[in-house]
């Protein structure tokens, strides 16, 4: 049975920086109690121009470029979103067609932010039964487009971002491990958008009484949080026949640091062994996890061979956790040229749209 590796990373956040002292000119907070309760100092706010599936594409693309890997390579893409661009099609379609992998399956996962270790774990799972040699797994998120700007209790939580990694088949030992996947939806209504979906689709109410804002109890998902963190990164690492003390790093959810600091006391684990970088981000969602992982393998804070748990929760709600034992691209003679492959694969999809245009005037739009 092949490993599932990860050998590719990328990240994606835009430009905009939004300050904890600009929140305080638009809703009635202020710095001292955000970075207190939360310790988030800013976060990124999408432009007009970007989109959920433009910062995936630009992450997927980095990541792609670390593994040398062609799109055309890719076996299947797996975007886990709570913000996707659409209700269908699925924002994976959208990435597939920006980077012309043209041989890949593409779907969407929803698990809110536990999203991006059920759709790492569901990677692994296909690399392992031999159904693909190479996944894009994006987490990808523009939650600013659904944040109530005049809610202070949710809206100095939430960012924009992307984060992807590429994982691969190789019969060297290593990479994704074991994992745990938990879910309990009798938790649902604590963090959740309520309109826009079959229940309540689009009306003059929805709209007038912001049910299509995201509406959560802080208390009751602060409380789920702190409960199942350091359980589940226990049962990952029990999973992959690690003991606790052979963990190097975990790499939490990054919602807010009073909960990964109660993570890491549950898991008799000093702070520094956690990633953290929600101070710059704030919450990101699905995209929280490949972020701060980016960073701190770019940083230098994971090397190759170091042993790592995923951890996250959500809502749902849903909760897990991934064992994984750091890689890095695998060795290969060849040298692929994204920027070249990009180009391509924007012609190719404007090629394939004129000539639908054209199938459409031939055979007339209804045949
Ligand atoms: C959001 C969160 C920080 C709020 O903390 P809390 O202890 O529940 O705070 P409360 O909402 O009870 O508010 C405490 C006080 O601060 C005030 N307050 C709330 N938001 C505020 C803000 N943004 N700025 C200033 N004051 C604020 C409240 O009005 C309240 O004032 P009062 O005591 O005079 O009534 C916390 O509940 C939390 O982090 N929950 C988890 C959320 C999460 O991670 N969600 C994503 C999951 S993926």
Redesign the pocket.
């Given at each position: 049975m092949p490993y599932a590796h990860i050998t590719g990373w990328g990240m994606s956040v835009p430009a905009h920086v939004l300050t904890n002292d600009d929140l305080s000119k638009m809703?009635?907070?202020?710095d001292a109690?955000?970075r207190e309760?939360?310790g988030i100092r800013e976060r990124r706010i999408a432009a007009e121009n970007e989109t959920t599936s433009t910062l995936g594409a630009d992450a997927a693309l980095k990541a792609l470029t670390v593994a040398n890997v062609s799109p055309d390579d890719v076996d299947l893409i797996i975007c886990s979103t709570s913000t996707p661009e659409y209700l269908f099609p699925a924002t994976a379609c959208l990435i597939q067609d920006q980077l012309g992998a043209s041989k890949a399956g593409a779907f969407d996962l929803l698990a809110?932010?536990s999203g991006f270790i059920y759709g790492l774990n569901m990677a692994a799972q296909a690399i392992k039964s031999g159904s693909a040699k190479t996944v894009l797994v994006i987490g990808t998120e523009t939650l600013s487009r659904f944040v109530d700007w005049k809610d202070?209790?949710t809206c100095?939580?939430f960012g924009d971002g992307a984060g992807a990694f590429v994982v691969q088949a190789s019969e060297q030992p290593g990479g994704i491990f074991g994992g745990v996947m938990h879910s309990d939806g009798s938790g649902g209504d604590s963090?959740l958008l309520p309109a826009g979906g079959s229940k309540h689709p689009a009306s003059d109410l929805t709209v007038h009484t912001g049910m299509h804002f995201i509406r959560?109890n802080?208390?009751e998902?602060?409380r789920f949080?702190t409960r199942v963190m350091a359980k589940a990164t226990l049962d990952a690492a029990e999973a992959s026949g690690w003991k606790p003390e052979e963990i190097d790093l975990v790499v939490p959810?990054q919602?807010?640091l009073?909960?990964i600091d109660a993570a890491a006391r549950g898991l008799k684990m000093p702070l520094d062994k956690m990633i953290i970088n929600l101070d710059r981000y704030g919450?990101t969602?699905t995209a929280s996890i490949p972020l701060a992982t980016v960073e701190a393998v770019e940083g230098g804070r994971i090397k190759p061979g170091d042993k790592l748990v995923f951890v996250g929760?959500?809502?749902g709600l849903t909760w897990g956790a991934l064992a994984v034992q750091w890689t890095g691209p695998l060795p290969t003679d060849r040298k692929v040229n994204l920027k070249q492959n990009y180009l391509w694969a924007r012609s190719r999809s404007i090629y394939r749209r004129i000539g639908r245009i054209i199938e459409g005037i031939l055979w007339g739009r209804n045949a």
């Open positions: 809703v009635d907070t202020n109690w955000i309760m939360t809110a932010c202070r209790s100095i939580l963090l959560m802080g208390k998902v602060f949080a959810h919602a807010n009073r909960i919450n969602s929760f959500g809502a």
